[in-house]
Each structure stands twice: as structure tokens, then as C-alpha cells.
């Protein structure tokens, strides 16, 4: 079964031009020269096709065995080396035409696979490829950590759901040209919902944050008393702290006040310094008769 999409070698250039352009961009930040710039770009444009081609058999790759798509990529690379501050003002449109991109990919390089042969796992992983391949190969040569990996965006998952859909079409032999671009637009739908909500992917989930969120909510602490309880003992241990090594008084009604009651050990110490002042008076009364 082949399928091919309406206008699709023009969409397929227009998504290599803007994933070349964010590999300039990149290369920009970095100081990259103008054939880094080049370089890196073409690697962000077509780096996904053809770590594709490569797993799947299809050799050589269409990354440089068609020169429209490696003339595509350079041109961007050139244009990002020239005009790269007013790019940077048309960051709002980069991302958007970035999500076509990756819808686009993900569901021609599945497509791609599933005609080659290859199995439904496979394929799904060869659309994921074809999607965001090239913006990890990118982030590699720049020397950071793949952004799909840990900036938590949905980026990944959204080409991962439309690389299913496209497998379950194609098993259910419902691929046609308006599947197709269903699959197309619900991949570029989710990417850009999620750009506009700022919606992410989970992290690493914390136990002790979530106990701790929970007891906000429900009104219990860690050791299963209210909030109001523990604030409570809290204040008796301060009474108590404050009412000396051997307080066994009562604390206050308040966190920093003094106990109600002295602890005997204060008691008595108040009695021998009262004693010794009434000592040291009669002293001196004796002394003035």
C-alpha cells in the first residue's frame, strides 16, 4: 500500500528548511562559523531521515543522495548565517511551522518503514526517528543534552501517538490520503496545544512532596494529625524547651511563651538566691549597728 500526501515533496522540503533553521540558530548561539553553521544545520534538517533510512535499509539516504533536500537545508543554514537576528523576532512562527514539521515526518517516515517492511514496533520507533532525530543529532554537536530528552515539552510524545495511529491505519488497511492527513493534523494539534498551555511531561515524582501536597489538601500532616494538632504539640515542646532541664510544667498557649507553671529546678534556685540575699542583708545590718 502506497499513500502519498497532497503536495508532499513541497511539504517535505518546507519542514527540512525549518529544521535546518533551528540548527543554525543553534549553531548561531554557539558562535559556530559559517560552515558549522551549514553543517549543523543540514544535520537538524535531514538528520532524522536519515538515521530513518539507515534502520530501516533504505540506502543510501535521501539526505544526500537527492540533492533538492540537501540544497534545502544549506539554503537555510545560509539564510540563518545572514538574517539570524531577525529570525530570532520570528520565533513565534519558527515554532509553528517546527510543529508541522514534526507531524509532518513522523507520519511519511512510519509510512516509509511500514513499506519497506518492516514491523509495527519498528516502524513506530522510525517515525519517532524521522520526527525528532534530527533535533537530538543537533544538541549532540553542540555539546548539550537532546532537549526532547529533559526540557519536558511534549514534543516526543505527540510524534508517538501519530506513529501509532498511522500503524493501526495501516493494519486496519484504513490508510488513505484523508487519514493521512487526519494523522497529520492531530500530531500538529496536540504540539501546538501544548505550546500554547505549556503543558509537559511528567517528572520524577517526589513521595515526599506528594505526602506533603496531600496533607495540605486533606488537612493532615505526614504523622496523621491535623494540621491544627501538630501546631499545638509544636508549642508545648518550646513550652517545655523553655522551662529548663528538668520543666515538667505545662507549656504556654503559644509558641515563645513562658511556661505557666516554673519547673522545679527553677523553684529552687529562686529559693537559694533569695536566701543568700537575706544572708548578705543581715550582714549588712549588723555591720552598721
Known amino acids: ?12 522540503l518546507l519542514g527540512v528548511f525549518v529544521g535546518a533553521l533551528s540548527g543554525g540558530l543553534a549553531a548561531v548561539r554557539k ?4 560552515f558549522g553553521i ?18 530501516i535499509g533504505a540506502i543510501p539516504p535521501v539526505g544526500i543522495a537527492q540533492w533538492e533536500f540537501v540544497a534545502t537545508a544549506c539554503a537555510a543554514g545560509l539564510v ?22 514534526l507531524a509532518l515526518f513522523t507520519v511519511v517516515g512510519t509510512i516509509k518503514a511500514l513499506e519497506y517492511g518492516v514491523g509495527a514496533t ?32 511534549l514534543y516526543a510524545i505527540p510524534s508517538l501517538l501519530g506513529a501509532l495511529v498511522v500503524v493501526v491505519l495501516w493494519r486496519e488497511e484504513a490508510l488513505s490520503e484523508g487519514t493521512v492527513v487526519a494523522a497529520v493534523v492531530a500530531v500538529l494539534g496536540i504540539r501546538l496545544v501544548a505550546l500554547r498551555f505549556g503543558w509537559q511531561a511528567p517528572g520524577p515524582w517526589d513521595r515526599s ?6 496533607g495540605r ?18 508549642a508545648h515542646r518550646v513550652g ?18 513562658p511556661p505557666e507553671q516554673p519547673a522545679p529546678l527553677l523553684r529552687w534556685v529562686a529559693r537559694v538566691r533569695r536566701s543568700r540575699a537575706a544572708g548578705r542583708g543581715g550582714a549588712g545590718g549588723s555591720d552598721a549597728g
Open 240 to 257: 517545655r524547651r523553655r522551662g529548663g532541664l528538668g520543666g515538667t510544667g505545662r507549656g504556654g498557649t503559644g509558641p515563645g511563651l
Open 209 to 214: 512532596a506528594a505526602r506533603a501536597r496531600l
Open 122 to 153: 519498528a516502524a513506530v520507533f522510525a517515525g519517532i526517528v524521522t520526527g525528532v532525530g534530527g533535533g537530538v543529532l543537533r544538541d549532540l554537536l553542540t555539546g548539550e543534552v537532546p532537549a526532547v530528552l529533559h526540557q519536558r515539552q
Open 1 to 12: 500500500m502506497h499513500v502519498d500526501l497532497p503536495l508532499q515533496p513541497v511539504l517535505e
Open 80 to 101: 540563518t548565517w545572514a538574517a539570524h537576528p531577525g529570525l530570532h523576532r520570528l520565533r513565534r512562527l519558527v515554532l509553528v511551522l517546527d510543529a508541522g514539521a
Open 31 to 34: 558562535s559556530f562559523d559559517v
Open 217 to 234: 489538601v486533606g488537612g493532615v500532616g505526614r504523622t496523621g494529625r491535623s494540621a491544627r494538632e501538630e501546631r499545638v504539640e509544636r
Open 38 to 55: 551549514v553543517v549543523l544545520a543540514w544535520v537538524a534538517g535531514l538528520g532524522g531521515g536519515i538515521l530513518r533510512d539507515v534502520l
